[in-house]
């Protein structure tokens, strides 16, 4: 008798636990194309970055697209949305002769969503949460550099959301 109730025990705790199996629901989805949605931010950079790292992400679990979205109407999409890029200066200042303190780094902060739309006229489906990726930048004394610096910051946080968004789309 104790045996059977710890068995039953076990079963009803196992059942509401959260527990998946990891990749069940990659076996099931369908493959995905994916295209970046028409975006308010300017930085070409950050937007291949994601576009990218979610293009990564898909063919690691098996799930790219060969279609194209963009001239097959019933390629489906995961359509990403890179909506804000945020930079500011972290670390503590430094102090300058001529002017107010420079930061010691730059802390570049994406937020982004993903959707999945099954056609180009189709209306979006599981549409995610919004996420946000930061990364820093070291400042550097001389500009060319520095931008070199914080566009390779930018790539790798959009490298980063988009994997992460993928990750979201599919639970």
Known sequence: MKK?????????????CGYRVVGAEAESAEPLAVV???????????????????????????????CDPRTDARCPALVIELMRIEEGGAAPGLATRDGPPLARSVTLTLRGRAFIRRTKDAPPERPGPDLTVREFAAREDDPTRFHATREEALRRAGKRLGALLVRRALE
């Open 4 to 16: 059977l109730v710890a068995a039953l025990a076990a079963l009803l705790g196992a059942s509401g």
């Open 36 to 66: 970046p949605a028409p975006g308010v931010v300017t930085s070409a950079v950050a937007e291949e970055g994601v576009v990218a790292g979610a293009r990564a992400e898909l063919a690691a679990t098996g799930l790219l697209a060969s």
